[in-house]
Structures are given as C-alpha cells and as structure tokens.
C-alpha cells in the first residue's frame, strides 16, 4: 500500500516562493503520470501539474510559467516548485497519480497560504 506524505507548505507574501516535496512509501512511478492538485476552500479539487515517467511535463494555465513539477526516482519523491505566489495560489496541496490512472489513497496534503 503506497502513502503518500506532501510536506513543504507554509506562509508566504505574494511573489515569494515555496518548494513542495511528496515522498512515496512505495514505487509510485510504476502510476506512468504523477501530478499535484490542489483544494482551495469551498472549491474542488484541481490538478495543476503532470509528469511522466518520460520526465514530460505540463501544467494548468493557471500555474504556467510560475510552477514546475520534478521527480527524483531514487527518492521516490515528486516535487512543485512554486514561484511569484499569488493569494489565489492558496489551498492544500497534494500528489497522486493523474493521467487516468488509479490514484492512490490520498495523502494529508499541506497547506500553502499566500497572503500580505
């Protein structure tokens, strides 16, 4: 059974920037596409950016430009590099499979928080 554990949220001011790490309990890569989504208060679950096991990425518009997802196979951990923070770009944050594939049961995500 794959756990899934996102760490790196926090508290930033708007432009600032945070790095967020999921780290697997199990070979999560063999899910061929990885991603973060992210849950902001009253609204649903969305999914801002994919990997494959390629290493091909792609992202929300919402996100371009700003986010980028990586992966580091000997860690088994998959990482969101958040740039020019917006208060829009609150929410939890978390990691699971995309792309169509099963995800595993989610993780307890972590907070990330833009705010002046």
């Known amino acids: 059974q794959v756990q899934l554990v996102e760490s790196g949220g926090g508290s930033v001011q708007p432009g600032g920037s945070l790095r967020l790490s999921c780290a697997a309990s199990g070979n999560i890569f063999s899910r061929n596409v990885m991603g973060w989504y992210r849950q902001a208060p009253g609204k649903e679950r969305e999914l801002v950016a994919t990997?494959?096991?390629?290493?091909?990425?792609n992202y929300a518009d919402s996100v371009k430009g700003r986010f980028t997802i990586s992966r580091d196979n000997a860690k088994i951990t998959v990482y969101l590099q958040m740039n020019s923070l917006k208060p829009e770009d609150t929410a939890v944050y978390y990691c699971n499979a995309a792309g169509g594939y099963q995800p595993y049961d989610w993780g307890q995500g972590t907070q990330v928080i833009v705010s002046s």
């Open positions: 990997i494959t096991s390629g290493g091909y990425t």
